[in-house]
């Protein structure tokens, strides 16, 4: 949950330089710039939080792999013109939160299952 508070602050903060017409004005080079900034503040969390650096690193590359897989470029756009459009914070959370929470519940799962693939676990 705090990556994605995370992500939703980061939004919104972008936002106050971000000028979009419309989803279309939203180009790749912006998209991957916001996912490389989710990635790193989900980093960042993990080492000022004291997390295993293993542990953040395989929950924060699950957590790439699976936003990537899960939304199209539309859908990636269309998100980040909601969030850096909306009025206030609750707004934003309310248009993007649910999805990507969908999204990434998964993560715990596909990682308890590699490491039992990979012997990890007893």
Do not use: H
């Not at 992500?7 to 080079?29: C, G, K, P």
């Not at 690193?57 to 013109?81: G, N, P, V």
């Amino acid at each position: 949950m705090r990556v994605i508070t995370l992500f939703f602050l980061l939004m919104i903060s972008l936002s106050a330089w971000s000028s979009y017409e419309s989803v279309d004005s939203i180009t790749d080079e912006e998209i991957e710039n916001y996912k490389k900034a989710i990635s790193n503040g989900c980093y960042e969390r993990g080492d000022s939080g004291g997390f295993d650096p293993e542990f953040t690193k395989r929950i924060c590359s699950c957590i790439d792999e699976t936003l990537d897989e899960a939304f199209t470029r539309q859908e990636w756009a269309q998100m980040i013109y909601d969030v850096v459009t909306s009025k206030s914070r609750d707004e934003a959370v309310s248009k993007s939160i649910p999805k990507v929470l969908e999204t990434i519940k998964s993560c715990p799962d596909k990682i308890k299952e590699s490491m039992e693939a990979n012997g990890e676990l007893e």
